[in-house]
């Protein structure tokens, strides 16, 4: 063990002994809405009073200062500024500051894993000091001053709080996807701003897959002449990506799939492939047969020249060979590839999986680089110190864990497969119970969120990261009993804001560029709705309703538009529950609030399936998508108009309510579904027997009507 990985192990070890007393604290602070900071703090205290923002605001820096740290202050400084109007520039001496800065050494000149990020935070009615070992906690401090400030009737503050803070992983990361849709340098650049305020501090690039090759190679350029559309980073973009990420504390870990989704490599190195070409880059999306062909001696001649080059590019001490989904179907058809898995007694398509791992682990350790892959690669030949990143399973997890290897979770972070916050946030890379043992748990360094790129543009890509990620982060960053769901929501809901103050352009989003809609009109209002309460179907599904898709497709249409976490939706079924639930009679003033809810949807649905659809089915989905929103909000004014009266609806009515929903629930070529049917199933059922909501206890209501429910509608067969 490298001394640089003792210290890092006992980081963690002290970490795990004080995580319990944090986590704790913590916990009752977020219980109790005390903050709305995300990540919430390993411990906070609430002090009184506050520190008032004044014109006189003044910042000192005490002890170790550089180039990085005044970077992150400028970066703090120009945030408070845009928000307040003030000047936070000024500096004083450390008795008189509004700010100190006190900070006792250096990073990394490059960020490493393992640094020590922790920081503490002191703000009286008087003075606010942020105290750090290390630069890097100091930026992490940085992104908490920026959260705590705020305003009301008396003006800008910060509230008096105690923060003793360090994170509870060290690999907290956001892999994006730059290869299936081209992402530019400034989509990256404002993501990296929006990781350094939730203190994400792994950016993950998967640079190569079927659909381009994004990233210069000087020794071999036809990699990304042929295969990229001339769309790639140049190095020297790369190099100012890498040292803007730097500036913000992050890594940069680059991935080079191979040896599967590697059509955009033998583009131009077709003799490479495991079957003749010629090669064309790829449009669509899936799991492709062109595989590089381990048997091949030039094949490493050409992975030992490109990974040098990009060894020297990229500074970190990782890099991903990404591994995954080698269906095996070009190896196996190959004669002359099975004759060498006999010939070297690898007895199958994993063994020679394994075995190209071990030759490109050997070409990486050569050039100082630690060998990261997705889960496939776990095998018993995977040799030591190689790093299993897990995505098909937390069983994947933990397997590598016990084998000795270090691991990082991907699976449940998913976010492209448009699941809602509160999955991605009680994920656990460690959960409660887990049967590890303490130097087990050692090497599981944290996660990353995963934005794959079949359905993201530079248009949308944010509304998709973001906020949903910031959950993520916290869930690597804070104790684990940090948990609260509601809490959580009512968080995100402000650190949503705070992104896109810091570039973030998830609230541009959608832009609708229609023939005949004025993006400022009623009828645009009603687009905003419709999408405001609809998702994208879940998983890998929409590509079956939208089987036309290619990397060419524009994306602007209503799954593309839809968010995967409807807030409208979540607080419908909010209100339902606690109407329905509550003590006592049913509350008038609520029903009204429900009943208007619901009659705005109708308005915007009867006004969205007006606006005239291109002759697709996707666009003309869309407006049946509409109407649909229309049948269904009138049968939740129904249902709530039947209990109001004490009188259940009639069974013809009934059956045509159950009917409308039923209906509902079936996705089209709109891709998209209603995660209000739920709540309004409830509103149904429950006026089925309005009456028997006097006769129970409010436990014994709720139980009944959800023994009425049909069992939940598994999602439909794509078409």
Same mark, same amino acid.
Request: with cysteine; net charge negative.
């Given at each position: 063990?490298?001394?640089?990985?003792?210290?890092f192990?006992?980081?963690?070890?002290?970490?795990?002994?004080?995580?319990?007393?944090?986590?704790?604290?913590?916990?009752?602070?977020?219980?109790?809405?005390a903050?709305e900071? =995300?990540?919430a703090?390993?411990?906070?205290?609430?002090?009184?009073?506050?520190l008032?923002?004044?014109?006189?605001?003044?910042?000192?820096?005490?002890?170790h200062?550089?180039?990085?740290?005044?970077?992150?202050?400028? #970066?703090f400084?120009? $945030?408070?500024?845009?928000?307040?109007a003030?000047?936070?520039?000024g500096?004083?001496?450390?008795?008189?500051?509004?700010?100190?800065?006190?900070?006792?050494?250096?990073s990394?000149?490059?960020?490493?894993?393992g640094?020590?990020?922790?920081y503490?935070?002191?703000?009286?009615?008087?003075?606010a000091v942020?105290?750090?070992?290390?630069?890097?906690?100091?930026?992490r401090?940085?992104?908490?001053?920026?959260?705590?400030l705020?305003h009301?009737?008396?003006?800008?503050?910060?509230?008096?709080?105690?923060i003793?803070?360090?994170p509870?992983?060290?690999?907290?990361?956001?892999?994006i996807?730059?290869?299936?849709?081209?992402?530019?340098?400034?989509?990256?650049?404002?993501?990296?701003?929006? @990781?350094?305020?939730?203190?994400?501090?792994?950016?993950?690039?998967?640079?190569?897959?079927?659909q381009?090759?994004?990233?210069?190679?000087?020794k071999?350029?036809?990699?990304? #002449?042929?295969?990229?559309?001339?769309?790639?980073?140049?190095? #020297?973009q =790369?190099r100012?990506?890498?040292?803007?990420a730097?500036?913000?504390?992050?890594?940069?870990?680059?991935?080079?799939?191979m040896?599967? /989704?590697?059509?955009?490599?033998?583009?131009?190195?077709?003799?490479?492939?495991s079957?003749?070409?010629?090669?064309?880059?790829?449009?669509?999306?899936?799991?492709?047969?062109?595989v590089?062909?381990?048997?091949?001696?030039q094949?490493?001649?050409l992975?030992?020249?490109?990974l040098?080059? @990009?060894?020297?590019?990229?500074?970190d001490?990782?890099?991903?060979?990404?591994?995954?989904?080698?269906n095996?179907?070009?190896?196996?058809?190959?004669?002359?590839?099975?004759?060498?898995?006999?010939?070297?007694?690898?007895?199958?398509?994993?063994?020679?999986?394994a075995?190209?791992n071990?030759?490109?682990?050997?070409?990486?350790?050569?050039?100082?680089?630690?060998?990261?892959?997705?889960?496939?690669?776990?095998?018993?030949?995977?040799?030591?110190?190689?790093?299993? /990143?897990?995505?098909?399973?937390?069983e994947?997890?933990?397997?590598?864990?016990?084998?000795?290897?270090?691991?990082?979770?991907?699976?449940?972070?998913?976010?492209d497969? =448009?699941?809602?916050?509160?999955? /991605?946030?009680?994920?656990?890379?460690?959960?409660?119970?887990?049967?590890?043992l303490?130097e087990?748990?050692?090497r599981?360094?944290?996660?990353?969120a995963t934005?794959?790129?079949?359905?993201?543009?530079?248009?949308?890509?944010?509304?998709?990261?973001?906020?949903?990620?910031?959950?993520?982060?916290?869930?690597?960053?804070?104790?684990?009993e940090?948990?609260?769901v509601?809490?959580?929501?009512?968080?995100?809901?402000?650190?949503?804001?705070?992104?896109?103050?810091a570039?973030?352009? $998830?609230?541009?989003?959608?832009?609708?560029?229609?023939?005949?809609v004025?993006?400022?009109?009623?009828?645009?209002?009603?687009?905003?709705?419709?999408?405001?309460?609809?998702?994208?179907?879940?998983?890998?599904?929409?590509?079956?309703?939208?089987?036309?898709?290619?990397?060419a497709?524009?994306?602007?249409?209503?799954?593309?538009?839809?968010?995967?976490?409807?807030a409208?939706?979540?607080?419908f079924?909010?209100?339902?529950? /606690?109407?329905?639930f509550?003590?006592?009679?049913?509350?008038?003033k609520?029903?009204?609030?429900?009943?208007?809810?619901?009659?705005?949807?109708?308005?915007?649905?009867?006004?969205?399936?007006?606006?005239?659809a291109a002759?697709?089915?996707?666009?003309?989905?869309?407006?049946?998508?509409?109407?649909?929103?229309?049948?269904?909000? $009138?049968?939740?004014?129904?249902?709530?108009?039947?209990?109001?009266?004490?009188?259940?609806?009639?069974?013809?009515?009934?059956?045509?309510?159950?009917?409308?929903?039923?209906?509902?629930?079936?996705?089209?070529?709109?891709a998209?579904?209603?995660?209000?049917?739920?709540s309004?199933?409830?509103?149904?059922?429950?006026?089925?027997?309005?009456?028997?909501?006097?006769e129970?206890?409010?436990?014994?209501?709720?139980?009944?009507?959800?023994?009425?429910?049909?069992p939940?509608?598994?999602?439909a067969?794509?078409?």
């Open positions: 063990m490298s001394n640089c990985e003792r210290g192990s006992s980081h963690r070890r002290r970490n795990l002994a004080v995580a319990l007393a944090a986590a704790v604290l913590g916990a009752v602070v977020n219980a109790a809405g903050h900071l =995300m990540p703090p390993a411990s906070l205290r609430e002090g009184s009073g506050r008032a923002v004044t014109e006189k605001f003044t910042v000192a820096i005490r002890d200062d550089d180039p990085r740290l005044r970077a992150g202050l400028g #970066e400084s120009k $945030q408070a500024m845009l928000r307040t003030k000047d936070f520039s500096f004083a001496g450390a008795p008189d500051a509004t700010l100190v800065v006190a900070c006792a050494a250096a990394p000149a490059i960020p490493q894993l640094e020590d990020e922790s503490s935070l002191e703000i009286t009615s008087k003075q942020l105290t750090a070992p290390t630069v890097t906690g100091a930026l401090g940085f992104a908490t001053l920026t959260q705590l705020q009301d009737a008396g003006g800008w503050f910060f509230p008096a709080v105690s003793r803070d360090e509870r992983f060290p690999w907290r990361g956001l892999l996807d730059v290869a299936r849709h081209w992402e530019p340098a400034e989509v990256i650049r404002r993501n990296l701003d929006a @990781m350094a305020l939730v203190k994400l501090n792994v950016l993950h690039l998967h640079l190569t897959e079927d381009g090759f994004r990233i210069e190679s000087k071999f350029p036809r990699l990304h #002449e042929l295969g990229s559309d001339g769309h790639y980073f140049t190095q #020297e =790369m100012g990506l890498i040292a803007y730097a500036e913000r504390g992050i890594r940069v870990v680059p991935e080079f799939d040896p599967g /989704h590697a059509t955009s490599w033998v583009v131009g190195f077709p003799e490479l492939a079957a003749p070409g010629p090669y064309a880059i790829e449009r669509r999306w899936g799991v492709f047969n062109p590089l062909d381990p048997t091949n001696p094949l490493y001649e992975l030992d020249g490109f040098g080059e @990009m060894a020297a590019l990229f500074p001490a990782y890099l991903h060979i990404g591994g995954d989904e080698n095996g179907v070009q190896w196996t058809a190959n004669p002359k590839i099975q004759a060498f898995v006999r010939e070297h007694h690898l007895k199958d398509n994993p063994g020679l999986h075995y190209f071990g030759r490109v682990h050997a070409i990486l350790a050569k050039y100082g680089k630690k060998l990261v892959g997705w889960d496939e690669i776990l095998h018993p030949d995977l040799p030591a110190g190689s790093v299993v /990143h897990s995505w098909r399973g937390s994947g997890i933990a397997e590598a864990a016990r084998r000795g290897f270090s691991t990082i979770l991907s699976n449940g972070y998913y976010i497969l =448009m699941h809602p916050a509160e999955e /991605h946030y009680l994920n656990d890379p460690l959960p409660a119970g887990t049967t590890l303490a087990q748990q050692l599981v360094l944290g996660g990353e934005m794959w790129g079949e359905w993201v543009n530079p248009d949308n890509i944010d509304s998709r990261i973001w906020p949903r990620t910031a959950a993520i982060a916290e869930r690597l960053w804070s104790p684990r940090v948990r609260d509601d809490d959580m929501y009512r968080r995100l809901a402000i650190v949503d804001l705070r992104l896109q103050e570039g973030a352009q $998830q609230g541009n989003w959608p832009r609708f560029d229609l023939p005949g004025d993006p400022q009109g009623a009828t645009a209002d009603a687009l905003r709705t419709l999408a405001a309460v609809v998702e994208p179907v879940k998983d890998y599904r929409r590509g079956g309703f939208q089987p036309a898709v290619t990397q497709t524009p994306l602007n249409e209503l799954a593309d538009w839809s968010r995967a976490d409807s409208p939706a979540r607080d079924k909010r209100a339902v529950q /606690h109407w329905l509550a003590e006592g009679a049913l509350d008038s609520e029903a009204a609030t429900l009943t208007a809810t619901l009659a705005a949807w109708r308005s915007a649905g009867e006004l969205a399936a007006q606006v005239p002759a697709n089915p996707v666009a003309q989905a869309r407006t049946g998508t509409a109407r649909t929103l229309v049948a269904i909000s $009138q049968v939740g004014i129904d249902a709530i108009a039947a209990l109001l009266k004490g009188a259940p609806l009639a069974p013809d009515r009934l059956a045509a309510a159950k009917a409308t929903l039923d209906e509902a629930a079936r996705p089209t070529a709109a998209v579904e209603f995660p209000a049917l739920v309004l199933r409830v509103l149904v059922t429950a006026a089925t027997e309005p009456q028997a909501r006097h129970m206890s409010r436990a014994a209501w709720k139980e009944h009507l959800h023994s009425l429910l049909p939940p509608t598994p999602p067969a794509q078409p």
